[in-house]
């Protein structure tokens, strides 16, 4: 539900962001939803100029694990939206992403992590050269002094797919990591969702209807008020970096252990340069501005 978020939020941002693509990727639910989710909330955004690319079905090694019961079973907190007319490119989102950026000007493209890394981390081996069209990759993912949200000690997306998540952190290149401990500082209260509930456009309407529903989930399965936007993070990160502070880190991930499998390993002690940051703190009331001054 926070992805789709996170997409209007970006399919809004036309003067700020050249959307070259949305790549999908198995999940909180399976491949083939999560693509047809992607052109649903590109429809709700009269957004079909930005073509949509289905990507992996399943993580590079582990066996796939879904979050249905946060979700909903439609990936969409079970909400009904209008179909889309248009649905995802007949290309695979794995060469779109390296087609792309190894053709691309050295360090001129941003990639908005919303999921599991499996896309990036195929991309990547498939074409070395990728690389160089990277400026930045910015991820929600991981968790340090928060703990995890799917183990005692793991975020959905780095568990959902830990190898590909180690091969995109030590790739070396310029990354910035909102974990658990950044995207929690950033929720739902009442007077945030009166503000965008007052607003009359489709999109603040449909942003509306699942942070709703995702009150409703964290109230009922993790015992806590307001919905966490963990996904529109990263996009609001890329909007405005001045309401989020970082720091340098070296990250590694758990992938052997079946206990912290996905766990990452922040680390401010660094023995060698690291492009990585992290994400410490975030001002949430910034972020709900901007979520509503783009949804306006």
Not at 95 to 120: M, Q, Y
Request: proline share 6%; net charge negative.
């Amino acid at each position: 539900m926070d992805d789709a978020v996170a997409l209007l939020l970006a399919f809004s941002a036309r003067d700020a962001f050249d959307l070259l693509g949305v790549t999908t990727v198995a999940g909180n639910v399976n491949s083939t939803l999560t693509a047809h989710n992607a052109c649903v909330v590109r429809a709700l955004a009269e957004r079909e100029d930005v073509p949509v690319f289905a990507g992996a079905g399943r993580p590079l090694l582990v066996a796939p694990v879904e979050a249905g019961h946060f979700h909903g079973a439609n990936g969409l907190g079970d909400l009904s939206f209008p179909a889309p007319k248009k649905g995802p490119e007949s290309a695979n989102a794995i060469a779109f992403l390296a087609d792309t950026l190894s053709k691309a000007t050295p360090k001129s493209i941003s990639i908005a992590v919303l999921g599991p890394l499996t896309n990036i981390a195929l991309a990547l081996r498939a074409n070395p050269a990728s690389a160089l069209g990277v400026r930045e990759i910015v991820i929600m993912g991981g968790a340090r002094s928060e703990g995890g949200n799917i183990t005692a000690s793991a975020e959905f997306n780095i568990y959902a797919d830990p190898h590909a998540a180690a091969v995109v952190y030590s790739s070396g290149l310029p990354i910035v990591a909102l974990g658990l401990d950044a995207t929690h500082q950033v929720r739902t209260d009442p007077a945030r969702m009166a503000r965008l509930e007052a607003l009359n456009s489709v999109r603040a309407r449909a942003a509306c209807q699942l942070l709703r529903f995702g009150e409703r989930v964290e109230r009922t399965l993790a015992q806590r008020e307001g919905a966490p936007l963990h996904d529109p993070a990263v996009i609001a990160y890329l909007l405005a970096p001045e309401l989020f502070d970082t720091q340098t880190a070296r990250i590694d991930v758990e992938t052997d252990s079946p206990l912290t499998r996905g766990h990452t390993a922040v680390d401010f002690r660094l023995e060698a340069p690291s492009a990585t940051r992290w994400a410490t703190r975030v001002r949430a009331d910034g972020v709900f501005d901007l979520l509503e001054r783009r949804l306006a």
